[in-house]
């Protein structure tokens, strides 16, 4: 595969979409049962999600999917320039401080700053600029993420030295076919891997959380409202820090999100949730079937509104994540792109074409 530097596939200054991995050194086992000590990891799953909840509410990038595996990590992002360009100063100090200064508890949530310590962190303006321009980097929300957690892990293996093999891997993703491919592969994960049957049995994966929230909502609206004295306080979704799935907000673009656990109400596909379930679990059941069945009716229209091709969904997805690419599209949104960047074309394995038209 040919190198291409990572600023080539990131524009951090311009809103985009990436599909980041993290593999463990040797393929050390990060969560679930290590057959070789027979130790079982899984509560390493739990700090993965709550890291990436943690890091959905401070950094100015939206998570749009993500899957934790026995001995790797999905997490599909899209940076927000945009949006961390409306943090004032003071925004910005606190949402630095919420990540970087925590205290040895990693369960933890950082003290209040006191007066003096918001007048250190307020008064460099160039520093203040710089963490701006962090709180919307894919870099800086991958370091954030993967390296508390290497270090908690290293503490109770009672281990020094490397937990991840190197740093994470990153693809663009550059086009609606190309979203919609990478997400349903990120969610598929466990269902590819043998780990659970159906998506939502899968847990720790985008779905699952969408899943679970949409169920918890069904029974809620099922049960008779209690009286007001009697009214449990409201709690947050349990999905709200990830990005929605139908991006049909129609709210001006600078405005606060709903939820302050993510960066903004942006969705990120012309689908409705119920739409993209469907979708998935149709597609998670070719995968383990002996041989695939012709796409429904009903879920033909889906594609439709994306231009792709119907029967060349499962053949797609059959293959897909079987190589790593650097940039994924059509082949329009690749030749686009590396016109772009002044090439032909990107070279080897750098792009994976969807045959989707």
């Known amino acids: 595969m040919p190198a291409y530097a990572r600023r080539e596939i990131v524009d951090e200054s311009q809103v985009g979409v990436y599909h980041c991995t993290s593999r463990c050194v040797r393929r050390a086992f990060l969560c679930g049962q290590d057959p070789l000590s027979g130790r079982n990891f899984d509560h390493r799953k739990q700090w993965l999600r709550q890291r990436l909840e943690t890091l959905a ?20 992002l899209r940076n927000r320039p945009d949006v961390a360009g409306g943090f ?50 894919i870099s800086w929300f991958m370091r954030a993420l993967c390296e508390p957690i290497a270090r908690r892990a290293n503490r109770e293996d009672q281990a020094t030295g490397r937990f991840w093999e190197g740093r994470f891997k990153c693809q663009a993703i550059l086009d609606d076919a190309g979203l919609l491919a990478s997400s349903i592969y990120v969610d598929l994960n466990p269902i590819r891997s043998g780990i659970a049957d159906t998506p939502e049995t899968s847990q720790f994966t985008g779905a699952f959380e969408r899943i679970a929230a949409k169920q918890e909502a069904a029974r809620q609206s099922a049960s008779p409202e209690p009286p007001p004295d009697k009214r449990p306080r409201t709690s947050p979704q349990r999905d709200d820090w990830l990005s929605p799935i139908p991006d049909d907000d129609a709210r001006p673009a600078g405005a606060p999100p709903n939820s302050s656990r993510r960066a903004s109400d942006r969705g990120f596909l012309p689908l409705a949730l119920d739409d993209y379930l469907a979708l998935l679990d149709w597609t998670g059941r070719q995968l383990r079937a002996d041989k695939r069945g012709s796409i429904p009716a009903e879920l033909r ?57």
């Open 301 to 357: 229209p889906i594609l439709e509104r994306l231009s792709i091709n119907a029967d060349a969904w499962a053949e797609n997805m059959l293959d897909f994540g079987r190589r790593f690419h650097r940039v994924i599209g059509r082949a329009a949104s690749i030749s686009a792109r590396a016109r772009q960047q002044g090439r032909r074309w990107f070279q080897g394995q750098a792009a994976s074409r969807l045959a989707f038209t």
């Open 88 to 137: 004032s100063d003071e925004e910005v100090a606190r949402r630095w401080r919420s990540v970087f200064f925590r205290p040895a508890e990693a369960d933890a949530a950082p003290a209040e700053a006191d007066e003096r310590e918001r007048a250190l962190l307020l008064a460099d303006g160039e520093a203040v600029a710089e963490r701006r321009r962090r709180l919307a980097s």
């Open 57 to 76: 509410g401070a950094f100015a990038i939206d998570v749009l999917g993500f899957a934790v595996m026995s001995n790797h990590l999905h997490v599909i």
